[in-house]
T-cell receptor
Framework: DAGVIQSPRHEVTEMGQEVTLRCKPISGHDYLFWYRQTMMRGLELLIY????????DSGMPEDRFSAKMPNASFSTLKIQPSEPRDSAVYFC?????????FGSGTRLTVV | GQQLNQSPQSMFIQEGEDVSMNCTSS?????WLWYKQDPGEGPVLLIA?????ELTSNGRLTAQFGITRKDSFLNISASIPSDVGIYFC??????????????FGQGTRLTINP
């Protein structure tokens, strides 16, 4: 199994631009999670899906953030417009019941 | 919201020493997990604990699920250079939909002097 695959690994963008992060979960996992990691706030849950349906998006910072899961093998996290304070590492993780498997993350820098 | 208090925040030890870190919560969790994160990578699951009082080992790692279900500890024996990284505890309340999400501690950054 290839694990959870995220792309891109690194993204540098200018303030105001749209950013799209991508995730392919492990086949057979029916939960998908998006996390953001910063030095100040640690790992923060943004949103999670079960069977492609958003279950809890209470961690999404504001309307500039949106996430979709059109099918069981693909999810996107979009930031529009991006701001410097969005700079962080964004992780996708998937699971069945217990624990998660994380991807390697996307390091986003907004300048 | 739910929080896990993980301590210590950082540790500086000599190679070969034992390491101990712990996590406490004001909420009950039914599953406790310990993850390790290497630089530039996502957290990787080390040990999962499913039952109060459970003591589980994985090589040089030993973790326990507190009897009150509000705490857990992780011990690493005879540390080696590849143990360097950030260790996270995580609690999961339930596998029932809506409670499946993990709550993470703030992490313990382990540095080892050779």
């Amino acid at each position: 199994d290839a694990g959870v695959i995220q792309s891109p690994r690194h993204e540098v963008t200018e303030m105001g631009q749209e950013v799209t992060l991508r995730c392919k979960p492990i086949s057979g996992h029916d939960y998908l999670f998006w996390y953001r990691q910063t030095m100040m706030r640690g790992l923060e849950l943004l949103i999670y899906f079960n069977n492609n349906v958003p279950i809890d998006d209470s961690g999404m910072p504001e309307d500039r953030f949106s996430a979709k899961m059109p099918n069981a093998s693909f999810s996107t996290l979009k930031i529009q417009p991006s701001e410097p304070r969005d700079s962080a590492v964004y992780f996708c993780a998937s699971s069945r019941l217990y624990g998660y498997t994380f991807g390697s993350g996307t390091r986003l820098t907004v300048v | 919201g739910q929080q896990l208090n993980q301590s210590p925040q950082s540790m500086f030890i000599q190679e070969g020493e034992d390491v101990s870190m712990n996590c406490t919560s004001s909420s009950i969790f039914n599953t406790w997990l310990w993850y390790k994160q290497d630089p530039g990578e996502g957290p990787v699951l080390l040990i999962a604990l499913y039952k109060a009082g459970e003591l589980t080992s994985n090589g040089r790692l030993t973790a326990q699920f507190g009897i009150t279900r509000k705490d857990s500890f992780l011990n690493i024996s005879a540390s080696i250079p590849s143990d360097v990284g950030i260790y996270f505890c995580a609690g999961q309340q339930s596998i029932i939909q809506g409670a499946q999400k993990l709550v993470f501690g703030q992490g313990t950054r382990l540095t080892i002097n050779p």
